[in-house]
């Protein structure tokens, strides 16, 4: 039992393997102890791989993405790193320098590490893993050095967790605000007890010393030394019988005199034995599998000033909390916790509140160096412009990238000193293309690149980009024509042919049902059929404009009328707008809208020099005679106006803040942007892989576009097409179609329907001795024919033609209200039914009178309800064989 460290434990667990004795130790709790594999080798300890997880989880919890490990440069330094390297690298978590110290480093070694961490590196979020005695020097040079301020962040292991309480004062002083990870203790009855006893027994057996605290690793020494008692009972050996069987097998090590080695007689049993031994121990549960004591919970404490203060809790299954239950477990947290609201509250290096963003610009003083491009002459300087200041000898950048980006840096919590170098040769041309410009990042020549760089694939694979300020896509700008129809024909143009066809059938069906409802009862729809014909399209026609003459005078007739006249009305006021807006409102459209038109027709298209875009447009299919480069929205205009036939081109492709600016410009009566849109990223800030900048801006950035702030800087930089915001209607269709009123079609269908089956029904009713007449010698199509020669004759029941019979009487008799008393008053000439008589086929009979029931025989037909039938036409029935018994 004892080695204490992991150099003294690798060297005697080789021996009690070789001799087949337990190997026990108490504090050595490298990982690396484990890769031996010896069944006779036991860590009461807790093993430092087990703590990586929960170190990962507290720099998870805080958003920190960079991690620099500081570590004693041995084997119980290196042990760890691998197990923490690959733990933080699953999360994501990168590490950019490893930095390994000397157990016998000397002070100005140290502080000059700590110096390079400080100035080359920018992650201030630092891992110490090491032992007490250097990890206390490290920490009282940092705090002289300033990397103990606000801004950092230290966690240590529990290798230095585990005995913070021995510090002096000094060095507690200067882990003010460090963050600890331990096994946790369980506060117990049974360990207070024990530690009182223990104080007693130390305090008297060593009077001169002053620590008297117990730490951890006497603790594991106690359980240690019970379990190792249990185990010796359990096999039942006693000091006797410790015995060692000679070997002649030489050693696989060199190890000078102990060439031959006894293999102990019991050592099997006993390692057996330690390692099914379980109780409750003064560290907790005990329990050792495979050869490493189980004890899952960790507690992270906080130092602040000569005490320490626990802020929570890390297990395996559960992650972070704050407090355990009784049963010390996890409570109320289901899931797996990597939440800083599940720590109580912590004070950071400096005595601040205030959580660190976990790094800072490498080297105290220093700016950033910005890439910016340079414009080619005076063009697109609304975007970027670069002057020079000779006088300062200082770049100076300008535009509305320039804008965004001093907008985006001040919403950011931290200052970001930074200097602008322009891209570019002795002569002021611009150095290079813009994918050259990115590369300088990858080549660490600037620290970020701002300007109207777009982010797209290629160029992600060498920086890492911000969340675009722009927006995305490469578009196709074209010149516009207008499309007003100024021929013969244009008064046909506001319908569609569906709706003119729907419409002449409804103006014909219209007339239609109203000569039906009128034709017994209305003088204006009687007549020679041709007549007939012509007054009932003329009607219906005629309410398109209102100009119909024929008065209606059947309920039902009126009704169709209003509920067609409704229907008409709302098609001519639409009929009407849409055929002032053809003739009167500019109606725009492209001259081109499909990309393969250009490649059909061999149109030339530009794009701006030097952009990404000739990529794309060589893989859509272009050939480079087809491909003609400009520089500024003016010369893209010139070459608009010439056309393909002289040397210019049909379509321009760009990027849509481009082609946005180019329609601020110029009148989007001359061009528009048209499909198709290739993805882009938009245009965003470049900075090196894994920079911790990239995410704040990004979240900057968001502020900003989010807000009011970015309309206000493109105000100031730009034009904004007018088409955008405007009620000018591009490639407007004023065509009305059918779908747009079938609706009101099929009101008026079914109101004419219905007023169609009400008159049918009430006239078949009013008839119905015709049709249910019983004579089976009578065939239905005869009836039928009955029917209609009665509904072709007027009906003078109709209230119109007996208040015009009555008009007429009064006029002509001399017996009328006018004439004087005693004139002789002949009888009225409707009377005499010899001139009034209607001819049925071989039926005659008065109109006047309406025939209820005709009694149909082979020689007579009987009149009934006083009908006066005309002797000639009776003589006329007879004679005839109307209705026989054969054909």
Known sequence: MGPTTTMQANFVIQLGDKAHVPIVTFSATSPSLASLQSPYFFQISQIDSAQVKAITSIIQ?????????????????????????????????????????????????????????????????????????????????????????????????????????????????????????????????????????????????NPTLVDTNLNIFGIWAYDATIALAMAIEKVGIGNTNFGYNESNTSSNYYMPNFEKFGIAQNGEKLSEALSKTRFNGLSGDFNVVDGKLQAPIFEIINMIGDEEKRVGFWTPNKGLARNLDRKGQISNNIIYSTSKNDLGSIIWPGDVYSISKGWEIPTVGKKLKIGVPVKYGDNYTEFLKITY?????????????????????????????????????????????????????????????????????NRSNYVDFTMP???????????????????????????????????????????FVVWVLEHRVNNDFRGPPSHQI????????????????????????????????????ILVQSYTASLTSLLTVEQLSPTITDVNQLLKNKMNVGYLKGSFVYGILKNLGFPDSQLITYQSPEECNELFIKGSVNGGIDAAFDEVPYVKHFLGIYSCSKYVMVEPKFKTGGFGYAFPKGSPLVADISRAILNVTQGGKIKTIENTWFREPSCLNSNTDIFLNNNLGLESFWGLFLIAGICSLSALLIFLVTFLYQHNHIWLYNNSNTSIWRRFRVLVRIFDQKDLNCHAFKKSENKKESSDSPCSFEASPGTHCPPSPSSQTESNVSVY????????????VVQITNQEVAPVNNCEINSQATANMTSSTFVTSSP
């Open 534 to 569: 012509g007054t009932s399209l003329w009607f219906s026609f005629s309410t398109v404009v209102y100009a119909h003459r024929e008065k209606v005078v059947s309920n039902l007739a009126r009704f169709v009328v209003v509920v067609w006249l409704f229907v008409v009305l």
């Open 61 to 205: 919890a805080f958003g920190w993405k960079q991690v620099v490990p500081i570590y004693i440069d041995n084997s119980f330094g290196e042990g760890l790193i691998p197990y923490l390297t690959n733990v933080l690298q699953q999360a994501n978590i990168q590490l950019p320098y490893l930095s390994a110290i000397s157990l016998s480093a000397t002070d100005d070694v140290i502080t000059q590490e700590l110096y390079k961490i400080m100035t080359t590196i920018s992650t201030r979020v630092f891992v110490v893993h090491m032992s007490t005695n250097l990890g206390s020097k490290l920490f009282t040079l940092a705090k002289k050095i300033g990397m103990m301020s606000q801004g950092y962040v230290w966690i240590v292991t529990d290798s230095m967790a585990n005995l913070f309480s021995s510090f002096d004062f000094t060095v507690k002083e200067s882990m003010e605000g460090v963050l600890g990870v331990r096994t946790y203790i369980p506060k117990t009855n049974k360990l207070d007890d024990f530690g009182v006893r223990w104080k007693r027994k130390f305090i008297s057996d």
């Open 841 to 852: 086929g071989d039926f005659s009979f008065s109109p006047n009178i309406e025939m209820d």
């Open 469 to 511: 300020y722009t927006e995305s896509g490469v578009t196709m700008v074209v010149s516009m024509k207008d499309n007003r129809k100024k021929n013969a024909w244009a008064f046909l143009k506001p319908l569609t042919w569906d709706l003119w066809v729907a419409s002449a059938c409804s103006l014909v069906f219209i007339g």
């Open 389 to 457: 200041d000779r006088s300062s000898n200082k770049t100076k950048a300008t535009g509305f990238c320039i804008d965004v980006f001093k907008a985006v840096l001040h919403i950011l919590p931290y200052e970001l000193p930074y200097e602008f170098l322009a891209y570019a040769k002795p002569d002021g041309e611009m150095a290079g293309s813009y994918n050259d410009l990115i590369s300088q990042i990858y080549y660490g020549n600037y620290d970020a690149v701002v300007g109207d760089v777009t982010i797209i694939a």
